[in-house]
């Protein structure tokens, strides 16, 4: 079992930024390529940005590439999504997910482990 916990959510004004972390424990985190995904209200849960166990490779959704970036430190089993330029449409409850290294991972039901999630909320 990994266990995830996401922190670092908040209520900001457009155009500020964020910082999410998810700290992961229970098995090697590096065994595991990591993702952040969002939910708004009403809305599917989307794939925001992935990264892959050893960090060389990342991905994000059209619509927050060049603002977002998603990181990892192996040492700390963390991993991070620096969010900047937040739009109101960022506004949702953002989960981090793990899902091992030797699979692929095409979307949200090839991840293993959840997180319970942050809510990031952007005021206009």
């Known amino acids: 079992q990994v266990q995830l916990v996401e922190s670092g959510g908040g209520l900001v004004q457009a155009g500020d930024s964020l910082r999410l972390s998810c700290a992961a424990s229970?098995?090697?985190?590096?065994?595991?390529?990591m993702a952040w995904f969002r939910q708004a209200p009403g809305k599917e849960r989307e794939s925001v940005a992935r990264i892959i166990w050893s960090g060389s490779s990342t991905y994000y959704t059209d619509s927050v590439k060049g603002r977002f970036i998603i990181s990892r430190d192996n040492a700390k089993n963390t991993v991070y999504l620096q969010m900047n330029s937040l739009k109101p449409e960022d506004t949702a409850v953002y989960y981090c997910?793990?899902?091992?290294?030797?699979?692929?991972?095409?979307?949200?039901?090839?991840?293993?482990?959840w997180g319970q999630g942050t809510q990031v909320t952007v005021s206009s």
């Open positions: 997910a793990a899902g091992s290294r030797w699979g692929v991972q095409r979307d949200r039901s090839d991840y293993n482990y």
């Open positions: 229970g098995r090697t985190f590096s065994n595991y390529n």
